[in-house]
């Protein structure tokens, strides 16, 4: 896996990145979130260093991951894995009623 250099702008400053090809779609999203993040929080505060408001970004964004990793553990939320896994039993157990039935009907 070769790494490959990405150029992005947080805060309208220039970061060059390095990524695996298979990341740099997730590497994007996730700059994206925190520039928007970064920008809602400038815009909404009288904080004006940028290190000040990179913490405050990261403080919301732990929130919400928190949030819902508490979702999660109270069932009020599934992880996708585990919905496909859910879908992938329920698909095996209707395939095996169909082969029953087409069996016991020929």
Avoid: W
Wanted: a neutral charge; aromatic letters at 2%; hydrophobic letters at 40%.
């Amino acid at each position: 896996m070769s790494a490959k250099q990405i150029e992005v702008q947080i805060l309208g400053q220039p970061y060059r990145l390095s990524c695996s090809p298979e990341s740099e779609a997730v590497l994007r999203e996730s700059v994206a979130r925190v520039d928007s993040e970064m920008n809602k929080v400038r815009a909404q505060s009288p904080i004006r260093g940028t290190d000040r408001i990179a913490v405050m970004a990261a403080l919301s964004i732990a929130s919400e991951l928190l949030n819902l990793q508490q979702s999660v553990r109270h069932g009020e939320a599934f992880p996708a894995e585990e919905i496909r896994q859910t879908i992938a039993r329920m698909n095996e157990q209707i395939d095996s009623a169909v082969q029953r039935v087409a069996h016991h009907g020929a």
